[in-house]
């Protein structure tokens, strides 16, 4: 299947290692250019190096995009060296664990900051651009915790929770230029996220990841290229009439209907 990305440029964030990482590679094998960030420079500059190993079209800057300056400066490179923004994958690290009396107001504003605001400001440098074009593809990966809130992750169940609200409602808003807005709800994937999850909760990683995937109806957990094959057929021409969904990749562990 040709998904229409040769050319396409896409800006990947939180893109060094884990889900970002799939992602960005995965596009990439479809023939896009793509401009990768994240805050630890020794381990992004690993990746590109990597990636550009292999043939890719890849523009790589140190930045944490929950810092308005700095999600700036990931967009203006992008342009400075592409021209365009075709597709914006918002993705950031998990706020921590923690029940709502041990988290302080600054945690909240924190991940708020995080979690919300930074896809906020990032769709917003893009957005303009992308309905003058009329096309353009937002993709913000959240988890699964926004749609069957996780025990012990209350940062995490609230805020991704409203990046769903924002972006479904963003959507219809955008829908008439040709632009989309998608969710992504990663479930329990082999990731250093996860691995840090099952720490938090006491378990060895090993037994942290047998009790998941007695929850998990296909028996396992989920492996980053797998996820990425969502996003980058959301990302691509085949998807044009798909938006304001919220898509689970899990392996069955959401119980609800919708």
Not at 22 to 34: C, D, F, R
Not at 103 to 113: F, G, H, K
Not at 117 to 133: G, I
Request: charged fraction near 20%; include cysteine; glycine fraction near 10%.
């Amino acid at each position: 299947m040709d998904l229409g990305l040769a050319g396409k440029v896409a800006v990947v964030a939180a893109s060094s290692k884990g889900l970002g990482r799939a992602v960005a590679e995965e596009l990439v094998a479809e023939g896009a250019k793509v401009v990768i960030c994240a805050r630890g420079e020794e381990t992004l500059r690993m990746t590109a190096a990597a990636m550009r190993a292999h043939g890719a079209d890849v523009l790589d800057v140190v930045a944490d995009v929950s810092d308005s300056a700095d999600a700036k400066r990931v967009i203006y490179s992008a342009i400075d060296r592409f021209g365009k923004v075709d597709i914006l994958v918002n993705n950031t690290g998990g706020p921590p664990s923690g029940t709502f009396d041990s988290l302080t107001p600054e945690m909240w504003d924190t991940a708020a900051q995080i979690l919300l605001k930074s896809v906020v400001e990032m769709t917003r440098l893009v957005l303009p651009a992308m309905k003058e074009r009329r096309w353009g593809r937002i993709l913000n990966v959240t988890s699964i915790a926004a749609k069957q809130p996780v025990e012990g992750l209350m940062l995490s169940n609230s805020l991704r929770a409203a990046v769903i609200g924002f972006a479904r409602t963003l959507a219809n808003e955008v829908a008439p230029f040709g632009v989309t807005v998608n969710n992504l709800l990663p479930g329990y994937t082999r990731t250093d996220r996860v691995e840090q999850l099952s720490r938090a909760a006491g378990n060895a990683p090993g037994a942290a990841f047998a009790k998941w995937e007695k929850d998990i109806p296909m028996g396992r957990l989920g492996e980053p290229r797998e996820f990425a094959a969502l996003a980058a057929f959301l990302a691509s021409e085949r998807a044009s009439y798909i938006t304001g969904g919220s898509i689970a990749v899990d392996g069955g562990w959401i119980r609800s209907l919708l």
